[in-house]
């Protein structure tokens, strides 16, 4: 019993410790952490196995602990290198997005975007599954938490936005009678609007409205999501194409700078917030489970 109750409050400190950090880089902490309970559900036996290996002490278990991580690192001096991991830019006005011209850095280090990292982590945990040595020491339990909060990061429309205004970073508007960016409009405050207006200021009943619609409205659509050519084990290239088409269709539209967004543009947009939470979550499950097919045997062989 004292046991449970000390379990209890350690886990309720380490979540008032995270809440309060900034999260310029991402879905909001919100976001991010419904992105990772949604996969959790969809893990294998093999590949729940071997993420639980993989997770840091701190995590107890639960992928969602972490799945901020890189954001809260983002702003040390440590992991500088990371920011331009979480956003890939595509031309203004385009509305398309390719890996080639796209995925760069601001020094144009090329596969230094968002789907660049996805491609990067998912080899290094697939190699390290395989057995494959390498001459690199990966760290592991960095490359999960990675590719837990990146594949979270390009599911969110305005991380595949516009160069010239940073993904809606440069687009002030109003939210309701608050100041704000474009892009923090769609990181956190539609989740944010949605959880006081629908959700009783609890993110666990909004997870369990979208993982309901996983297993009702969307029903049909899962394996179409889960799906990638050529049997890859991800296709960021896809998600980054959905992102800015909706970018294009719903994000930027009516968004123009100085104007006030209420209920007409939350009401439309919410739907696609949770679709794409939704989508982020399925399909961190399907690369997990495709990376660690039968690891099991293989790591307790080991
Ligand atoms: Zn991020």
Redesign the pocket.
């Known amino acids: 019993m004292h046991m449970i109750m000390g379990y209890e409050r350690v886990r309720v400190l380490f979540l008032l410790f995270l809440i309060p950090l900034p999260?310029v880089?991402?879905?909001g902490k919100e976001g991010?952490y419904a992105t990772c309970k949604i996969a959790q559900e969809y893990l294998s036996e093999d590949a729940l196995f071997a993420v639980k290996q993989l997770l840091p002490d701190s995590a107890q278990g639960d992928l969602a602990a972490v799945c901020?991580w890189?954001?809260e690192v983002?702003h040390t001096h440590r992991y500088h290198w990371s920011s331009a991991?979480?956003?890939v830019d595509t031309p203004d006005f385009k509305c398309n997005y390719e890996y080639c011209r796209d995925c760069h850095d601001s020094y144009r280090h090329e596969h230094r975007c968002?789907s660049g990292a996805i491609y990067n982590y998912t080899m290094q945990l697939k190699s390290a599954d395989a057995g494959i040595s390498s001459e690199f020491n990966y760290n592991l339990t960095e490359a999960l938490m990675f590719l837990s909060?990146?594949v979270?990061?390009i599911h969110?429309p305005l991380?595949v936005g516009f160069t010239g205004d940073l993904g809606g970073n440069t687009i002030t508007v109003h939210w309701y009678r608050r100041k704000a960016n474009l892009h923090y409009v769609w990181d956190d405050l539609i989740i944010q609007s949605a959880l006081k207006t629908f959700y009783d200021s609890d993110l666990s009943i909004m997870i369990q409205a979208i993982q309901r619609n996983i297993t009702d409205n969307w029903l049909n659509d899962v394996s179409t999501w889960e799906h990638c050519a050529h049997n890859y084990t991800a296709c960021p290239n896809r998600y980054a194409s959905e992102s800015i088409s909706l970018a294009c269709k719903f994000a930027y539209r009516n968004a123009t700078p100085g104007s006030t967004l209420k209920d007409e543009y939350f009401l439309s947009r919410l739907p696609v917030v949770e679709k794409r939470l939704a989508q982020g979550g399925v399909r961190l499950a399907a690369i997990l489970n495709r990376i660690f097919t039968s690891s099991k045997t293989r790591i307790a062989q080991a």
Do not use: I, K
Request: zero cysteines; a negative charge.
């Open positions: 999260t880089l991402g879905w991010h901020s890189a954001d983002g991991l979480h956003y968002v909060h990146f979270g990061d969110q991380h």
